[in-house]
Structures are given as structure tokens and as C-alpha cells.
């Protein structure tokens, strides 16, 4: 009895840190996001006023929000596949490595480390018009791609920006699930003649699926969370291509003040990743369950 | 490689330090609040994020506090972030110390003053004299809210002007800049024949709707000219002349139309890359920093903002005035406010300063003797650069006021500007579509 | 013959990882020399026709124009929140994860699963109230406000609790017979093993604090506690840019967290191995 008390108390005391935070830093910020959400406030004026569903529903007609919406698919649509080959291929050529695979990997990962207040500013000093690249592109073909100042070209950079920054981290989860699959299989495969292709298809990639499953979780929760890179580079233009969740809800809060709409803007935010991390979850799954796969 | 132990001890003292540090953040505020309620006041005043007015303001400081040991003045720049609006809201919000801080334009104080975060200051003591002594009168009147009463100090006005690459214009037969839209388009095909790869006009955000500031001096330098200075808004109700905001934005949309506008680029202008930039006083030290090459006068000429086809040629174009003050807040104590009245007449009320603050920073002071003010005129004589700006003071037209004003330009980027300029809508339909989503914003 | 044509394979493999490795370094490089460019070549040619320590020396004592603004504070302010939140990540981590994972108590279930909807719960949602929070708690402003609402990472906790389940029992029965409490079977006992496990955590937890902008942007104003990033973000004023110094900000920036790792890359690759086997 004495014993079932002591873990009572002792089980409730080395967890009340993390109680504690989720009070303060997640459960009452989540309830006074509710509230805010229906307040019109511009975080200093003594007068708020309840408005209700009005902000949701402004919200909800506003095209900025549907660009947010939509450019966080468009993002991801393009960032997967990319990143997806970068990773597998990175992983697949260090680990074929004899010597120095360590060293390879660790110039890889490299870009993972970079801020990304540093990449953006540097990505911007390389395509500025009258930078290096665009002046030896002029010199070299007459033209230059019009880079910042057309929508297909802003979206193209800033998924190339955090691709690069990616592409070797989740090549270390890939290189990880590589290095656990059995030799035997290989060796299976080579007596029955299968050629590099066939071996990839019919054996790696199928067993690279839990990775490929944390992978692909990861980055649509990042392509839901884009904010440091527009907001260095593009400032979400042009003409709303590059603009993103995170970038209207600071928008709407800390530069035109409206605490309120900018809560609605988060709920609904809040609403899609959550939605948007189930559907892929649930496809991901179906997909391994057809080949075999528990995730 | 990597024992427990070391990576335990290196912990250890990170956290140390941490406790150490976090204690220090934090009484080193309370250390702030408690003198304040002593002998000795503390303020602190908050100058623009510019280097040189930060520079301005750090020296008059000093200077004040050395006659005056009993306040003691901490100057720091508004954090700007995203804007330096946002940076004072927030501070503002916070709770954070802040007496007063320049840099508020009319617009902003309107919001300051609906949400009842600043000062009256004609209440206070000795305000009629500061005014007459700056022979601000006329200027001041711009600046009074509808309750009557005045709660910027009005401290500097750039009538923005725009500024010419002389050396390219000259190499395509150019003696003089030109002055209307017609003759403009007329350079840019001389100078893409001659340069394909060069630009007429540069704005880095033109097509950035987000940073609304930039709507000063893209749309409305080129509005106030087109229309005489005819206000935009007036109350609540948009008042703009709609022939004169046809007439600039079938320019834009021309201009661009034909890939005469860079977009994006960082210091075209500074580097030949285009020939024409809307340009505040703020550039002449940078340029003196990190151009040296560029001479006003010489390879670079300021003119008025260009004007439509017909305009009459004997009369000065209006422009925009970037026209920024000084506040009080409200939130700080009754002797902190006082002392920062005291300090802020002690600033402006000797004509030397304003020199020095002229010579410091290169933005016209907000006095009505600008350009007859024996105090000024050497150095003016000496700068024609900044005598350009002197001049143009008369044509200014301060920015709206309202406090709604992040919002109304945003909605002018998105549904004025981007549309009509990247050839989407026409002109005719975006205005109205402006004139709808404004009427909605100001509801 | 069979031999040469591996030799050829495996040489073809290293020029290929060589290659394939530049893209990776170049930003890293290009940064570098931009910094070290004199000022009319910075952001025109890639390698410069003579280096300059002008830009850093502009970054630290300020121009004709510009006052410095405190990079080596600021250098300090990022070590000193990413350290302070790393730790705090750990400790919180392993004692939640502990408790959860050998600790028989009430409540563990439900918090088990509470847990799982806080770490896909999307955090954005919470950076206002979280702002209004620090505000109300008096702390905008200051080292804590920065500290704080990053103190816990559900995903920390999550690990340890998934390594300490691993732990046969019959280690933790036989120390809690010796009459070791709760603290002590943790502190001597699983923490040791999982050294490898903390090492990948506290590594991916400090790199990411290392590089966070949006919260750090909302929680400080006064330049002497902006963190590096914040600073830098700064630094593109309307008043003209600087893009020497911004490079040089920029390798101040990059270059501590590249040391950091570098030194504890070995242990942070086997770790990783492990987690993700």
C-alpha cells in the first residue's frame, strides 16, 4: 500500500515539468486561442469587441488564406518527389561507399545545419539581377530567368532552398533503414539474375517503406509550417506564390495588429495540418498494407 | 569518446550560466523600473531604426545629460519587425519601457491615439513656444486629430524626389531629365536600343504588396503629382481623383509592359543596372559609404516626380512627404513623461540642433524657416543635394490618416497595383474593385 | 578484367559522392568568400580578386553610416537560449519519458495519450496566446521569454520513453532492491545507457533552436537579446543593405553550430542509426 503511494506521487512529480509547461504553454493558450478567435483587438487598445464567427468567416473568404491553403499542397506536391530521389539517391551512394562513407555523410548533412535566414539571404545575393549567376548567365546565353519576379521560378527556389536543407537529413534516416535491410536478400536476388533495376524496385525500395513513411510525415508537417524562407526571400509574393500559413498569421498579429483574425487564421491552420497529416498518414498506410507493411 | 561525466559537467555549467544570466535579464529591468521612482528619472526614447538618426539622437543625450544629471536617457532603435510600427506595438503591448520615440508618421498616430497610447502634447507646458519658435504653425495643422488636439510633434519632412543616372541619360543624347510619361517611355526605348539589358525605373518591392510603406513611393509620389495633391481619402470616404489614378497606373502598367521595370533587384540604380529610383535624403550617406562614385549633380540628378502627358510646364508637381514625428506614451509615469517633454523642447527648440540633426542625418527639419533660417542656409549652400530637398518641402503631401492604414495600403498593393501593373485587370476595374475592398476595410 | 572494372566502378562511385557533394557545400563556400570580398566585388563575382576582413570589421565596429550592433552579444544570446533549451529539453524529457515508461502510476495512460495529440497538435495556433502569456507573466523581453515555451519537446519525451520501455526489468528491480530511489535509477542507471540516444536528441534539439526565427522574432525587442538569426533578419532595413556584413553575419552564424557538430558527428551518426533502424 505504502509502495503504491510512493509511485503515485513519484510517478506525478517526475512527469509534473512536462504538466506544468502543457498548462501554461498549450492548454490555456489553446482555450484563449478560441476566444481570441472571435474578438477584434489590436493587442494594445483597452476596447476589444466580441465579433463571433465574423473573423472565421472573413477568413475564410479571403484570398490570401486560400493562397496560404493551396500553396501549402503546391509546396509539398513539388518538395516530396524532390526530396524523395535526393534522399534515397544520397543514401544509396554513401552506403555503396568501400571507405570514407562517414565523411561523406557528415559534407551531406551539412546543409541541415544552415539557418535559414542565412540560406535565404545568400540564395538572394546569388540570383539578384546583377549578381554573379544572372551576369554570367547573360554573358554565357543572353538571358536570365526572371527568378524572384515570376511565381512558377519564386515557388521553384524556395522549395530548392529547403529540399537542399533536407535532402541529407532524411538521406541519414534512408541510410539507416538501408543498412538493417538482410544481405541474404540481395544475395538471393543476384543467384536468381535480377539486375541492379529490378533489385532496387523488388527489394530496396519496398524495404525502405518505414522510412519512406517518416520521411514523407515529416516533411508535410514542414510544408505546413514554412515560414523563415518567404519571409527572407519573397515576403510571400509575387502576387501571393509564395505565401504561406505561417507567413499571414505573423502578418495579420505582429504587422497589421489584428490579434484576433490572426487566431482565426491559426485555428483554420491548425484545422488543415491536422487533416493534411491524417490523409497522408492514412494513404501511406493503405500503401504499405498493399505491400505488406504494418506502419 | 565522450564519457557521461564530461558531457554531464559541460551541463552543469550551462545551466549555471543560464540561472546567472536569466536573473541578470531580469533584475537589470526591475534596477530600471525602481530609479524611476527615485530622485533620478530614467527614460527611454526610441529613434528611428536609421543609423544616422540613431547617431543624432545618442549625441543630444549625452549632451542633455550632462546638464541635467538628474535624468538619465537610454536611446535605442525601434526594433523593426517586421516594421517599425510593429516594433512599438509590440513594446507597447508588452508593457515595456518606452517615455517616447520619433518616427511616427500620421497614420500610426492615429492608431496610437484610438487606442489611447499617447500624449496630448499641446497640454503640456510650453508647447505654444516650442511651436513658434520652429515657426511650425502651418506645418503643425496638418498634423491635429479630430478631437482637436495634437499628439505628434512633427520633426522632419523628406519630400521624396526622384533621382537620375545623368551619365547613361547622356551617352543617349540627354542634356536634361525628362519630365512626363510620354517623354520617359520615349527614353526607355532609346535606352533598351541602345541597352538591352537595362532598366528605366527600379523599385525593389513594386509588386510586393505586403510591404505597404512602399506604396508611399511607388503609387502615391506618383498620385500626388498626377492630381495636384488632390487628397486620396478623405474621412472615411475615398476621395481620390480617378482620372489621375488612370493616368499613373496605365504609366505603370505600360512601363512594365514593356520591361522597362526591374523588380527585385538590390541598388540597381546604384550600380547603372537602371537609370531612374525614387530616392529619400536618408541615401546620401549610404551612397557616400558605399558609393563614392555617385555625385549629385554630376552623374546623379534629382527631379520632381514625372507627370502626365499635358501637365503644365511652369508649375511644381506635388509629391509624397515622408513627414515622421516625435510621441510621448501614455503608459509611462507622470515624471518620465514630464522629462521626456522636457528633454525632447530642450532638442528642438535651438535651431542649432536642428543643424546638427540636418548635418547629421540629411532630412529636412519640420520648421518653417527651413530655407530662410541664417542657420541653415551655408550648409544648405554647401549641399545642393540637400537644398533639393529644402526646396521641395512646400510640395509635400503628408500620408493618410487613418488607422487603418497597414490594411488600406495592403488591399491598394493586391488589388491595385499587382493586378493592373502585371496587365491582369485594367486599370478602370481595379480602381473600383480598390474603391469596394477600402469601403469594406473602413466600415 | 573483373578487378578493373570494380576499380572503374568504385572510382566512378567517388567521383560521383564527390559531385554530388558540391551542390551540398557550395552556399556554405560562396558565403565565405562573399564575406571576405571587397565591397564593390561582394554579390558580383563568386571568387573574389583580393580578400578584405572590411566586411567583418564593418559588422563589429560599425560604419561611416551604421552603429555596430552587438553580433558577439548576439553570438552569445543564441549559444546561451539554444544551450538553456536543450538542457531543459533533456531533463524534462527523460523525467516525463521515465515516468511514463517505468513508473507505475495513475494517470500515465491518459497522459500517454494526451501526449500524442500535443505532439501533432500544429503549434502555430498557440503563438499569439503564447506571446500574450509571456506578456502577462512579465517576461517579453528577457532570456526566459525565449527559453520557456521552448523548454519542453514532446518528441524528446517520446524517445526516452520508447528507449527506457526497452530496458529489461530485471536491471531497474534489481537497483530498486539495492534501494536506490526513483532519481537514482534514472540518474545512474538509464541515463548512462542511453548517452548515445541523448546525444542525437540534444544535438537535433539544439540545431533547431540554433536556427528558429518566427517565436524568437516575437519574444525579444532590444538588440542586446536578439539572437543571431533575429539580428540578421534585421540587418535588411529600408535604409540601404549591406550584403558584405550580411555574409559575415551569416558565417558567424553557420559556423559555431558546424563546429558543434563536427565534433560530436561520429556519436550523433551512430545514434541515428539506432533510432531509426
Known amino acids: ?295 | 569518446m565522450f564519457n557521461g561525466r564530461i558531457i554531464r559537467s559541460c551541463l552543469s555549467v550551462v545551466v549555471l550560466l543560464a540561472l546567472v544570466l536569466s536573473g541578470c535579464g531580469g533584475s537589470k529591468q526591475e534596477g530600471g523600473a525602481a530609479s524611476g521612482q527615485g530622485d533620478k528619472v530614467s527614460i527611454v526614447f526610441w529613434s528611428a531604426p536609421n543609423p544616422t538618426q540613431e547617431k543624432f539622437w545618442r549625441t543630444m543625450a549625452e549632451e542633455y545629460m550632462q546638464s541635467h544629471p538628474n535624468v538619465q536617457i537610454e536611446v535605442a532603435p525601434i526594433p523593426e519587425s517586421p516594421s517599425s510600427e510593429a516594433g512599438i506595438l509590440t513594446a507597447l503591448s508588452s508593457g515595456s519601457k518606452l517615455t517616447a520615440s520619433e518616427n511616427i508618421f500620421v497614420g500610426f498616430g492615429a492608431q496610437l491615439v484610438n487606442s489611447e497610447a499617447v500624449v496630448p502634447l499641446d497640454t503640456l507646458p510650453g508647447y505654444d513656444e516650442l511651436i513658434q519658435a520652429r515657426k511650425a504653425e502651418a506645418i503643425v495643422a496638418d498634423w491635429k486629430y479630430p478631437d482637436g488636439h495634437q499628439y505628434i510633434l512633427p520633426l522632419y519632412s523628406n519630400a521624396m524626389l526622384f533621382a537620375w543616372r545623368m551619365d547613361i541619360l547622356k551617352e543617349l543624347g540627354y542634356a536634361e531629365p525628362p519630365r512626363t510619361y510620354g517623354e520617359i517611355l520615349a527614353l526607355g526605348e532609346k535606352l533598351k536600343a541602345k541597352y538591352p539589358d537595362k532598366y528605366v525605373l527600379t523599385r525593389k518591392l513594386l509588386l510586393d504588396p505586403n510591404s505597404w510603406w512602399e506604396r508611399w513611393f511607388d503609387f502615391f509620389i506618383l498620385y500626388y503629382a498626377a492630381s495636384d495633391g488632390a487628397p486620396f481619402l478623405t474621412g472615411t470616404e475615398v476621395t481620390a481623383d480617378r482620372d489621375a489614378v488612370m493616368k499613373v497606373m496605365r504609366f505603370l502598367q505600360e512601363m512594365n509592359q514593356r520591361g522597362y521595370v526591374l523588380t527585385n533587384a538590390e541598388d540597381a540604380f546604384e550600380q547603372g543596372l537602371a537609370v531612374w529610383d525614387v530616392v529619400g535624403p536618408w541615401a546620401l550617406p549610404y551612397w557616400k559609404e558605399k558609393y563614392p562614385e555617385l555625385k549629385v549633380g554630376e552623374n546623379v540628378v534629382f527631379t520632381p516626380p514625372p507627370v502626365p502627358d499635358g501637365f503644365p510646364s511652369d508649375k511644381a508637381p506635388k509629391t509624397f512627404a515622408d513627414a515622421k514625428g516625435v510621441v510621448i506614451y501614455k503608459h509611462a509615469s507622470e515624471a518620465e513623461q514630464q522629462a521626456a517633454w522636457e528633454f525632447i523642447k530642450w532638442v528642438l527648440s535651438d535651431p542649432k540642433h536642428d543643424r546638427q540633426w540636418l548635418e547629421m542625418t540629411g532630412l529636412p527639419p519640420a520648421r518653417g524657416d527651413l530655407t530662410t533660417n541664417p542657420e541653415f542656409e551655408p550648409y544648405l549652400k554647401e549641399n545642393p543635394a540637400l537644398a533639393r530637398y529644402a526646396e521641395a518641402v512646400p510640395t509635400g503631401v503628408p500620408p493618410i490618416k487613418h488607422e487603418k492604414f497597414v490594411e488600406l495600403h495592403t488591399r491598394l498593393g493586391e488589388t491595385l497595383m499587382v493586378p493592373v501593373i502585371t496587365g491582369q485587370k485594367t486599370p478602370e476595374q481595379a480602381f473600383d474593385d480598390l474603391v469596394a475592398a477600402w469601403a469594406e476595410v473602413l466600415r | 578484367m573483373v578487378t578493373k572494372h570494380r576499380q572503374l566502378k568504385i572510382a566512378a562511385l567517388y567521383l560521383a559522392a564527390t559531385l554530388a557533394v558540391i551542390p551540398a557545400l557550395f552556399p556554405y563556400l560562396y558565403m565565405v568568400l562573399q564575406s571576405l570580398a571587397p565591397w564593390n566585388e561582394v554579390e558580383r563575382v563568386i571568387w573574389p580578386s583580393k580578400f578584405t576582413l572590411r566586411s567583418y570589421v564593418w559588422l563589429l565596429t560599425g560604419g561611416d553610416t551604421a552603429l555596430a550592433r552587438p553580433w558577439l552579444r548576439a553570438l552569445f544570446n543564441s549559444f546561451l537560449v539554444s544551450a538553456a533549451d536543450t538542457l531543459a529539453v533533456l531533463v524534462f524529457g527523460a523525467m516525463t519519458g521515465y515516468a511514463l515508461a517505468r513508473v507505475r502510476f495513475k494517470g500515465a495512460r491518459w497522459i500517454q495519450s494526451f501526449l500524442l495529440f500535443h505532439m501533432f497538435y500544429p503549434s502555430i495556433i498557440l503563438i499569439i496566446p503564447t506571446f500574450l502569456i509571456v506578456r502577462f507573466l512579465g517576461l517579453y523581453d528577457t532570456y526566459l521569454a525565449m527559453i520557456l515555451p521552448k523548454a519542453v519537446s514532446v518528441w524528446v519525451i517520446f524517445m526516452y520513453a520508447t528507449f527506457f520501455q526497452s530496458v529489461p526489468q530485471d536491471l531497474l528491480d534489481a537497483a530498486r532492491v539495492d534501494g536506490a530511489g526513483e532519481w537514482t535509477v534514472l540518474t545512474r542507471i538509464l541515463l548512462p545507457m542511453s548517452s548515445t540516444l541523448t546525444t542525437v536528441l540534444g544535438l537535433v534539439v539544439f540545431m533547431e533552436r540554433w536556427t528558429e526565427l518566427l517565436w524568437d522574432l516575437v519574444a525579444v525587442k532590444s538588440h542586446h537579446l536578439m539572437t543571431l538569426n533575429v539580428l540578421l533578419t534585421t540587418m535588411k532595413g529600408p535604409y540601404g543593405t549591406y550584403p558584405g556584413p550580411l555574409c559575415a553575419a551569416s558565417v558567424l552564424l553557420t559556423l559555431p553550430i558546424v563546429i558543434v557538430f563536427l565534433i560530436f558527428s561520429r556519436r550523433f551518426f551512430s545514434g541515428f542509426q539506432y533510432i531509426f533502424r
Open chain 1, 1 to 295: 500500500m505504502v509502495a503504491r503511494r510512493y509511485y503515485e506521487v513519484r510517478g506525478w512529480l517526475l512527469a509534473s515539468p512536462y504538466l506544468v509547461y502543457t498548462v501554461v504553454f498549450f492548454l490555456v493558450p489553446i482555450v484563449w486561442a478560441l476566444w481570441l478567435a472571435g474578438m477584434e483587438w489590436n493587442l494594445i487598445s483597452p476596447r476589444r469587441t466580441w465579433v463571433g464567427l465574423k473573423n472565421l468567416m472573413e477568413a475564410l473568404g479571403s484570398p490570401r488564406v486560400w493562397a496560404a491553403f493551396i500553396n501549402s499542397y503546391k509546396f509539398l506536391l513539388f518538395f516530396l518527389p524532390v526530396v524523395l530521389v535526393l534522399a534515397v539517391s544520397i543514401a544509396l551512394l554513401v552506403n555503396s561507399l568501400p571507405w570514407g562513407a562517414h565523411w561523406y555523410t557528415v559534407l551531406f548533412f551539412l546543409p541541415y545545419l544552415a539557418s535559414g535566414v542565412a540560406t535565404s539571404l545568400v540564395a538572394e545575393g546569388l540570383i539578384a539581377v546583377n549578381g554573379p549567376l544572372n551576369l554570367w548567365l547573360v554573358r554565357t546565353f543572353g538571358f536570365r530567368p526572371p527568378w524572384l519576379e515570376s511565381p512558377g521560378w519564386a515557388t521553384a527556389i524556395i522549395v530548392a532552398l529547403i529540399a537542399w536543407k533536407f535532402a541529407g537529413y532524411y538521406a541519414l534516416i534512408y541510410l539507416a533503414a538501408l543498412r538493417s535491410i538482410p544481405r541474404d536478400l540481395y544475395e538471393a536476388a543476384a543467384i536468381d539474375g535480377a539486375g541492379p533495376w529490378t533489385r532496387f524496385w523488388r527489394i530496396t525500395w519496398p524495404n525502405l517503406y518505414p522510412a519512406t513513411f517518416t520521411v514523407v510525415v515529416l516533411a508535410v508537417g514542414l510544408m505546413f509550417g514554412i515560414f523563415t524562407e518567404p519571409y527572407v526571400l519573397t515576403r510571400g509574393g509575387p502576387n501571393l506564390a509564395t505565401h504561406t500559413w505561417h507567413l499571414e498569421i505573423y502578418h495579420q498579429a505582429f504587422a497589421n495588429f489584428r490579434a484576433g483574425y490572426a487566431s482565426a487564421v491559426a485555428l483554420l491552420n491548425a484545422v488543415c495540418t491536422f487533416v493534411g497529416v491524417a490523409v497522408v498518414r492514412w494513404i501511406m498506410q493503405r500503401w504499405g498494407r498493399a505491400h505488406g507493411y504494418e506502419a
